[in-house]
Structure formats: structure tokens, C-alpha cells
């Protein structure tokens, strides 16, 4: 099994950054993807930026040109750069991994506890 940390969330004022670290723990085979997503108050989590093993990227529209995220393999964590902070990315931020499990090599979807980020106007 695969556990997720983060750290790395605070309070921001607009315009300013921050970076959320997550780091996996455990055993698997592979670790496929590593994501981050975000759940503000009375709305749906979504994604915000997911990266392969491979290095492959996906944004949301919202944070594309603002965020960056990155991977170490060697280290099994993914960080989130956070650059030109708006207050509607105020949310608690979720570290997510798709990995295959030892030792039946089934397909699963691990998360983090979250991390708020609060970015005041």
C-alpha cells in the first residue's frame, strides 16, 4: 500500500507563491500518475495538475501559466509551484498517486489528508 503527505500549504496574500510537497511512502510496483486537486468550500474537488511517470503533464485551464508541477521517481514525490496566487485557488489541496499494488498488481488510487492554502485578496 501507498501512503500520500503533503505539506508546504499557509496563507498568501494575492499575487504571491507557494509550493506543496507530497511524498509517498510504501511499497508498489510502479507509481503511474501523481496529481494534486482541490476541494474550495461547497464545491466539487478537482484537478489541478497530474504528472506521469514519464513526465507527462495535465493542467486545469485555471492555473495553466501559474502553476508547475514536477516529480522525482528516485524519491516518489511531486511538487506543486504555486506563482500569481488568486484568492479563488483558496481550497484545501489534495496529493493523489495512481500505483500499482504488491503483490496482486491491481490498479489503485491513493490520497493525502490536504493541505489548505488560503489566498487573501
Known amino acids: 500500500q501507498v501512503q500520500l503527505a503533503e505539506s508546504g500549504g499557509g496563507l498568501v496574500q494575492a499575487g504571491e507563491s507557494l509550493r506543496l510537497s507530497c511524498a509517498a511512502s510504501?511499497?508498489?510496483?510502479?507509481?503511474?500518475?501523481m496529481g494534486w486537486y482541490r476541494q474550495a468550500p461547497g464545491k466539487q474537488r478537482e484537478l489541478v495538475a497530474s504528472?506521469?511517470?514519464?513526465?507527462?503533464?495535465n493542467y486545469a485551464d485555471s492555473v495553466k501559466g501559474r502553476f508547475t508541477i514536477s516529480r522525482d521517481n528516485a524519491k516518489n514525490t511531486a511538487d506543486l509551484q504555486m506563482n500569481s496566487l488568486k484568492p479563488e485557488d483558496t481550497a484545501v489541496y489534495f496529493c493523489?498517486?495512481?500505483?500499482?499494488?504488491?503483490?496482486?498488481?491491481?490498479?489503485?488510487?491513493?490520497w493525502g489528508q490536504g493541505t489548505q492554502v488560503t489566498v487573501s485578496s
Open positions: 504528472i506521469t511517470s514519464g513526465g507527462n503533464t
Open positions: 493523489n498517486a495512481e500505483f500499482v499494488s504488491v503483490p496482486n498488481r491491481v490498479l489503485r488510487v491513493t
Open positions: 510504501g511499497i508498489a510496483f510502479s507509481i503511474n500518475v
